[in-house]
């Protein structure tokens, strides 16, 4: 089955990704079918897209009337087998736990055409593992979107051990045909390619913050204002050329010895998360944030994303 018989795409959870993957569809003319547990986390998942949409708006990237032809191609639905049964593409975006995964792609499974490619959002598992009791293992696939998944173009794509070719071509294609950049990830570890570069540096921010080494104010910035931004025209190993890899040798070779290494959580973390301390979502984290603050900081992000895409190259 090619891509362009695509028409129709579900996708299961309503969450933090879900109804952004949703929406990335829904703009670029496909039906899609929303699916979550409860009638009120599907309404609230309508609004962000709303409140989303609205800021594509404001800044003049979408005309006022392609919000309510956005919304017109989404339906929401609390019936999986219902919401499955006529997709032709589904991804699956409920939380990272291999269990409800497993359930959730032997159900989706069991209720789809034979020409159904299934796809997971997970963030570090492997498809391998959760999709064992699927039986149709070659329409298995990873496409794994970053948050905001409406605005940021990577999409990760894993073949499971016997996702078929076509499946993967068909995804690629598909991603492509919305605006993605899909990037293949030749082989299935933990983690796969963005998020193990990104807790790779995760684990040296929060040691240098544990050691006294810099505030957390000033460590973001250090970051946004430096390489941060640089990244973002040259990736990384573009500036190992421009700087010189005899250069990198020997930085490498001296830095090594003393950047973080250890395979634990580091403590301040734990000790964040014991406390309660979760970030927006709770009103602190490692910083401090007001009632009305995680709307402002999300249209704040997609402005200032949609502003910097704007003027990179493509």
Known sequence: MEHNYINHVAVIGAGLMGHGIAQAFAQKGFRITLYDLSDHILEESLKKIESNLSVFAELGLIEQQTIQETFSRIEINTDLK??????????????????????V?????????????????????????FGSEVLKKDKLIITHWFNPPYIVPVVEIVMGQKTSENTYQNTYSLLKKIGKKPIKVQKEIPGFLINRIQTAMFREVLSLLEKGIASAEDIDEAIKGSFGLRLSVIGVLETMDMAGLDLMFKGTKYLFNFIENSTEPPKILKEKVEKGELGIKTGKGFFTYGDAISSQ??????KKLLKILKELPT
């Open 105 to 129: 792609f032997k159900d989706i499974d069991r209720n789809t055409p034979d020409h159904t490619i299934l796809a997971s959002n997970t963030s570090m598992l492997q498809i391998s593992e």
């Open 297 to 302: 900081k999300t249209q704040y992000r997609d």
């Open 82 to 103: 219902d919401t499955v049964k006529k997709a032709d593409f589904v991804i699956e975006a409920v939380p990272e736990d291999l269990e409800l995964k497993r359930k």
